[in-house]
């Protein structure tokens, strides 16, 4: 993540000026504006790069989207390897260990779609919607013992933002890391209840704080800035987040939009979370954070061009919040997501 004092928006080195603050929180706020439809695509831009970085979202052209880039929910997969590559890099530091770096990541998510799609009309709560996490690693050419291992998957787990955001919501979340092959990851029981379930998952090769993930055909790149120790060549773990919730809100908005015959559905969002990165610096007494208090504030500000009323839009956003699974996340951690939809 780029790194700021406390007070100031500059980003500051790993190594360097943060360190002067560590009895301080860190407090940063990440922004993505994102314009989509009026299909199943989006273009999601952070704004800390000027306009360096574009990330693509979408659903295969067989589902309504243009096939060009990853969903919005192997976003937030991404986001859960890459942050837990990262952290791993500070504990790593904080333990000692020199030559841990290069690892190979895969990460899974089991979903229930049927709040998505409409089956369950019922909000539902993250642990619902996603029925299992999986996250596996595998490092390249290090000495860590078995021990230390099973130890810096612990501390991972304690203070990466993403994985915190998940398991402060209740998801079953299982993590593996092996100086092997990375094993399978085993088949849930069938639900007959559920109509729509999916497993979706992305890889990673990660080396410091730089990863390459792989979606299918889909190549993306994050990293932290090289200030930061990363290699400046994409953005950041939560950032993907933050392009996850923009866009899910979107599908989710024009699925809504659709079953109510509205005929045109384009948004331009603004979408920014303010997050206390105490835990991912692995500051003392900022283990195990409950995600409401690294989530400190949630905004999804948006520009409706449609033929429908504002009365309208008002109601679509309501059912969106209620549907879409990345929303359901946060409104199980008792993080509201604020913010105005506005006719254009």
């Keep these: 993540y780029q790194r700021s004092v406390p007070g100031d928006v500059s980003a500051v080195s790993k190594t360097g000026q943060r360190r002067k603050s560590m009895t301080e929180s860190l407090i940063e706020t990440m922004r993505v504006k994102v314009s989509s439809g009026p299909n199943f695509r989006s273009r999601a831009v952070p704004t800390a790069y000027d306009g360096k970085f574009t990330l693509i979202a979408s659903e295969p052209e067989e589902d309504g989207g243009s096939g060009e880039g990853p969903n919005p929910m192997e976003y937030a997969i991404m986001a859960v390897a890459v942050c837990a590559q990262e952290e791993s890099q500070v504990i790593a530091e904080a333990m000692g260990l020199k030559d841990w770096k290069k690892v190979d990541w895969r990460c899974e998510f089991d979903v229930n779609l049927d709040g998505y799609t409409g089956a369950n009309d019922k909000p539902m709560a993250a642990s619902e919607v996603f029925r299992k996490v999986w996250l596996g690693a595998s490092p390249r050419g290090t000495s860590i013992t078995a021990d230390q291992l099973a130890e ?146 949630v905004i999804a500000d948006a520009t409706i061009v449609t033929d429908a009323s504002q009365e309208a839009i008002d109601s679509i956003r309501t059912a969106a919040l209620l549907r879409c699974p990345i929303s359901r996340l946060f409104a199980s951690v008792e993080v509201e997501i604020k913010g105005k939809w506005i006719k254009g």
């Excluded at 933002?161 to 092959?181: H, K």
């Excluded at 919730?245 to 331009?268: G, H, I, M, N, P």
């Excluded at 303010?274 to 003392?284: A, S, T």
Aim: proline share 5%; net charge negative; glycine share 6%.
């Design 152 to 297: 810096l998957n612990a501390k991972v787990q304690a203070t990466c933002p993403v994985i915190r955001l998940f398991a402060s919501a209740g998801v079953n979340f299982e993590s593996v890391y092996t100086l092997q092959e990375l094993p399978d990851n085993t088949v849930l029981p069938e639900d007959k209840t559920i109509k729509v379930a999916e497993r979706m998952h992305v890889t990673v090769a990660g080396d410091g704080y730089h990863s390459d993930v792989k979606v299918e055909q889909f190549s993306v790149v994050l990293a932290e800035p090289e200030e930061d120790g990363g290699s400046g060549k994409g953005p950041n773990p939560m950032e993907a987040l933050i392009t996850s919730l923009a866009t899910c809100l979107y599908e989710q908005s024009l699925v809504v939009a659709q079953e109510r015959d509205v005929k045109l559905w384009v948004a331009f969002a603004d979408v920014s979370f303010k997050v206390n990165l105490d835990g991912y610096l692995n500051k003392p007494n900022a283990q195990n954070m409950a995600a409401k208090d690294i989530y400190q504030e």
